[in-house]
């Protein structure tokens, strides 16, 4: 275990996936990140790389070749290289390997640094193509927040505040993949109040989110969170059914659609770097 730590937060990350395991606040004496108790969900912050989601038919083809492809890639599961740059910085990077381009066949260097800025935690993303061809990759985040994570606080007294959505549009998933067909939420006050059974039929899925700030807060108290995130055109929220915590998800690429043609060039969001060019992304969150 890697730690970060400042006068305000406390942050211990992994090398495996380059994953944050907590977030702690030294301030509120509260843990924001979700425990990754297996009984609902394994993880607490895992990377999406360089597919977002579920391909159909889990592959994909690129120059009439076909490659198999787990759900949301294969970064998570890798031991990243990394380089502590201070007590609040540190680099992870991880690039392609004989097994990668047998799945995926892109030479890559993908770098997460994780930084501690006062109160807040600052995770960004950069993909360089390394390589002498386009580059096609997505990339997404994965964070899961405890909730509750104060005492006499139950998963119903929290809700998301958006700071621009009056209303909310998502798609559904259908096994995974995305579905031709929406569903709209009204918001009361750029409110969405969580319900474990919101999340019953998986993630919802959005494609024309407003907000770059939502934060996560709760009735009883005023500890909170706000997650901050620019240029990510697709947005997840997610929790496993019944589970104590709130997935907030940026994303750079989304699933498949139930009628793509599994060709890599044609799917939805994917991102294409030319040889040599680098690209850029971060998310931010502020525990108070």
């Given amino acids: 275990m890697i730690t970060l730590e400042n006068e ?6 992994s090398a495996k996936g380059a994953e944050l ?3 702690f606040s030294k301030e509120t004496n509260i843990e924001y990140l979700w425990d990754a108790d297996s009984k609902y969900w394994a993880k607490h912050s895992p990377v999406l790389f360089p597919i977002v989601g579920a391909l159909k038919g889990d592959s994909f083809t690129y120059k009439q070749k076909s490659y198999a492809l787990p759900r949301h890639g294969f ?11 201070s007590e609040t910085e540190i680099i992870f990077t991880l690039t392609q390997t004989q097994d990668t381009l047998e799945i995926y066949p ?10 501690l800025i006062d109160r807040k935690l600052n995770l960004t993303y950069e993909v360089i193509n390394t390589g002498t061809e386009e580059l096609l990759f997505s990339l997404g985040a994965h964070p899961a927040f405890a909730v509750p994570n104060t005492p006499n606080t139950v998963y119903e007294d929290y809700y998301l505040a958006f700071n621009a959505d009056e209303k909310l549009t998502y798609w559904k998933l259908d096994n995974g993949l995305v579905a031709n067909e929406t569903e709209s939420i009204e918001l009361g006050g750029h409110k969405l109040n969580l319900k474990h059974d919101l999340f019953y039929n998986d993630a919802l899925v959005f494609k024309s989110l407003q907000s770059n700030c939502i934060s996560l807060l709760n009735t009883k108290n005023d500890f909170g969170l706000h997650f901050h995130f620019e240029d990510f055109p697709f947005f997840g ?5 019944d589970a104590p915590f709130i997935c907030l998800e940026p994303w750079c690429g989304v699933a498949d659609g139930i009628n793509h043609d599994q060709n890599l060039e044609h799917k939805e969001g994917i991102i294409k770097l030319q040889a040599g060019q680098n690209w850029e992304r971060f998310w931010e969150v502020e525990c108070f």
Avoid: C, G, M, T
């Fill in 237 to 241: 929220i997610w929790a496993a059914p």
């Fill in 75 to 85: 970064a998570r599961d890798h031991v990243f290289n990394f380089e502590k740059q």
């Fill in 8 to 13: 305000y937060i406390k942050a211990s990350l």
């Fill in 21 to 23: 395991q907590s977030l």
């Fill in 106 to 115: 892109f030479f890559f260097e993908l770098r997460l640094k994780y930084q």
